[in-house]
Structures are given as structure tokens and as C-alpha cells.
């Protein structure tokens, strides 16, 4: 699969590893959208956009979904 320089890419979770992917995201040329329910969460710093939610909380993930190429 082959995504454009750009494309959003969704990250669930905020912790140090999706800080780390969204780092090495941004390096490449990508958007980033984490979910995570904590606001202060490491991958919120770098990231383009965090939407602050719970795991499991539908709204968020269809909301995560649709702004995310993968």
C-alpha cells in the first residue's frame, strides 16, 4: 500500500510509542490524529491534532476514522 505525503495517519493511544510514530510520521511528510483520553499525553505535543476521548467511545473512533487515511 502506498499512501500520499500528507495523508493523515490515526494513532490510538498517546503514550511514548505514539509519540514516537507520530514523530517519525511528521519526518515523513504525514499528518497525525491521536485519540487518547489524557490531554497532557506525550503524543498531543507532536501531533497535528488529539481528539480527547475514551478507547471506547464510538463518537470518538468514527470521528478518528474519518479523518484518517489508515
Do not use: K
Not at 1 to 29: E, F, K, N, V, Y
Request: aromatic share 2%; with cysteine; glycine share 10%.
Amino acid at each position: 500500500m502506498s499512501l500520499p505525503s500528507g495523508s493523515t495517519i490515526g494513532i490510538i493511544g498517546g503514550g511514548q510509542l505514539g509519540r514516537m510514530l507520530a514523530m517519525a510520521a511528521a519526518r515523513l511528510g504525514y499528518r497525525t490524529v491521536v485519540l487518547e483520553p489524557q490531554p497532557d499525553c506525550p503524543a498531543a505535543q507532536v501531533a497535528n491534532r488529539q481528539i480527547a476521548a475514551a478507547y471506547d467511545d464510538t463518537a470518538a473512533l468514527a470521528e478518528l476514522a474519518a479523518v484518517s487515511a489508515v
